[in-house]
C-alpha cells in the first residue's frame, strides 16, 4: 500500500508541476508595441472600448451593421492587433472585436461565439477571423449558419468547411517563418472552392500585428505602416464584395 501511496503521491506532483508549467508559459505574453497602441487609440475615425472578455473597436459615431470577431495568436496580447485592425474599421466602417483569450491560447478559450458578438449588439452580420492559432479557432466558430465569412491572418484551417458558402479571405506573408506557404496550400483544400488567398509581399508572421519579433519567424521587409496599408487594402475589398 505504500508503494502505491507513493506512486500516486508522485503522479499528483508530476500533474501540478505540468499545469504549474502550462500556465507559466501561457502567461508569458508578447506584449503589443506601445507606440502602435497609442496610434490606434489616437486614431479619431476610430472608438475604442475595453471589456473583461474583448476589445472593440467602431466608427466613430456608430452606424456599423457588419462586424468581425477577430481572435489573436497563441500568447499574442490582444492590444497588439489594435493598429493594424484600424485600418478596416476607419476604411470601411464596420466593427472589429478582438477577443481575449481564455490563458491567452484560442484553444483554450470554449466560449460560443455570441460572447463575444454580445459586445456590439447593433451588429447584424458577422464574420469571424483570427491570426495563426487564433485562424484555427475561428474555423471552428465558422461552422455556425449566423457566420457569414472567415478571414484568416497567416492561418489555415484544422476542420473542414469546404461544403459551405463561406465567404473566406486568407492572407499571408511572403516572409512567414511560421504559417508557411505551403502549410497554407496543404489546408486549402478545407476552405470553399471560393476562397480567396492574398500573398503580402514583405509581411512576415509577427507583421500581422505588433508585438515585435517573434521566434521562427521571416524578416519581414514592410515597417508597421505598410503593413497596415496592405492588410488593410486586401480587407476593404475582400468586405466590399462580401457585404
Known amino acids: ?25 501561457a502567461n508569458m505574453v508578447m506584449r503589443g508595441d506601445r507606440a502602435a497602441a497609442i ?10 472600448t475595453s471589456t473583461d472578455r474583448s476589445i472593440v473597436l467602431s466608427p466613430e459615431g456608430g452606424g456599423a451593421d457588419v462586424g468581425l470577431v477577430f481572435i489573436p495568436g497563441a500568447r499574442v496580447d490582444p492590444y497588439a492587433y489594435m493598429y493594424k485592425l484600424t485600418g478596416i474599421v476607419e476604411e470601411s466602417g464596420i466593427t472589429v472585436v478582438i477577443t481575449k483569450p481564455t490563458l491567452n491560447l484560442a484553444f483554450f478559450d470554449t466560449r460560443s461565439l455570441n460572447t463575444f458578438t454580445a459586445d456590439a449588439p447593433g451588429v447584424d452580420e458577422w464574420f469571424v477571423g483570427g491570426h495563426s492559432l487564433g485562424g484555427v479557432r475561428a474555423c471552428q466558430l465558422a461552422d455556425d449558419p449566423d457566420v457569414a465569412g472567415l478571414v484568416l491572418f497567416g492561418s489555415y484551417c484544422a476542420n473542414d468547411l469546404s461544403s459551405t458558402e463561406l465567404q473566406v479571405l486568407s492572407i499571408a506573408g511572403s516572409d512567414d517563418g511560421l504559417s508557411t506557404a505551403d502549410k497554407i496550400e496543404g489546408a486549402a483544400h478545407l476552405l470553399p472552392e471560393s476562397a480567396e488567398f492574398v500573398t503580402i509581399e514583405g509581411l512576415n508572421h509577427a507583421g500581422f500585428g505588433d508585438y515585435g519579433v517573434q521566434p521562427g519567424d521571416g524578416v519581414a521587409t514592410l515597417d508597421r505602416h505598410e503593413a497596415r496599408d496592405e492588410i488593410t487594402g486586401a480587407l476593404v475589398e475582400f468586405f466590399e464584395v462580401a457585404r
Do not use: E, R
Open 39 to 48: 496610434d490606434a487609440w489616437t486614431n479619431p475615425d476610430v472608438s475604442i
Open 1 to 25: 500500500m505504500k508503494t502505491v501511496a507513493k506512486v500516486l503521491v508522485s503522479i499528483l506532483v508530476v500533474l501540478v508541476l505540468a499545469t504549474v508549467g502550462v500556465l507559466f508559459w
